[in-house]
């Protein structure tokens, strides 16, 4: 006999049922009052809200063996709700977020929530439910505790926490940019409304530097809009538009020209009419080079530089009437601050801030963010970004857990492979 929908024990089509009517509830708030606001969150708001579905999850298990409950905390809700999830992921992913909705009539996917999937409503539900679900889960199998089931809660606990403290702990999250100039301390900064804020945190940046790499070389058309030469119908199979610069390989082709480096002076000044070796902050690159026109013969030699921030450096090698031989600016290729970190109840220490290298102090993390590149090298302020964030520590705990989840499985898997043998 078939089973009707809605008969128990329910499953898959009730499950898949369920969420989409969760997904239409939040849609529905989406339209009428917006996005979720997780500053209603803030402290101690989130441990209130936190403690109120710690609590519904309890009393869930006071009447575990109701068929609803057991649904609730089976495997068919389970799955629904992460297929759900997934798709506003991958939607997040695939389509640019907003971080605040224009102040023009939005369009239809931005009133849905689809700008802003994080603080939209389906997205808020159906992240409440899935906490709910496997909450249940874990604590059902927590309360009947056996060493088997080390590996299922180092798993689904350790999730549980990660969801649990980056979403409650999501309003609590500051994050500001600090500006900072050479030889000065600065503990103010201002949020997005303009107001200043006064952190338990004072930086004081003693020196900016930055290493670059070594520039290009083109060929520019004095009558014509600056680009590289030649032009495409007319560039030769072998040629390139740019020459990289590297004294391992000298030699090389732009057009009709071939290219020889003879001296390369990373860091370099013009003294006297020439450039000398010196690596201070205004030096810049240099590179004595000899271009020879593969048609005529006609050999040129000279010393070219892009001048950096100091326009007096700068310096072209004439090819003919037109065309130049000209350095491009050289790019970054890493950036630090010298810094030193004064907390307010704490001691001072020295460190190197620089790129994917941040700074952890108290709740506070401190990256590297900026630099004034209009002058590169030679910039005399830094900025960096100061994220603090109360909630750190258990969504580590979770993640913490989470991986040794995950080698417990390997262990397991490898065992029973050595058994099977």
Known sequence: MTRKLWQFPWGYPEAALLVTGIALVGFLLQLTVGHFDFGLLHYPANLIALAVLIGLIALGTRFQNNQIVRWIAGIPLSIALTVALLFLGLYMELTPQLPRLPSQSPDLASRLGFRMVTSSWPFVLLYTMTLIALGLTTLKRLLRFSRRDITFLCNHLGLWIFLASAGFGAADMMRVVMHVDIGETEWRVFNKAGKALELPIAITLNRFTMEEYPPNLTIIDREATPSAQPEKKHKPA????????????????????????????????????????????????AAKITARNLLTGKTKTGWISAGGNISEFFSALPLDDRHLLTMTQAEPKRYASNITVIPKDGIAFNTILEVNK??????????????????GKMSHWSEMELVYDPWLLPVRIGMGLMAIGALLLAWNGASRRRVAK
């Open 238 to 285: 072998n040629a390139k538009d740019f020459f990289q610069i590297d004294p391992k390989r000298p030699k090389g082709r732009i057009g009709d020209w071939e290219i020889t480096l003879d001296e390369y002076l990373h860091t370099a000044v013009f003294v006297n009419g020439e450039y000398h070796l010196n690596p201070m902050p205004e030096s810049t690159p």
């Open 358 to 375: 941040p700074v952890s102090i108290g709740g506070w993390m401190i990256y590297q963010y900026g630099y004034e590149t209009e002058l």
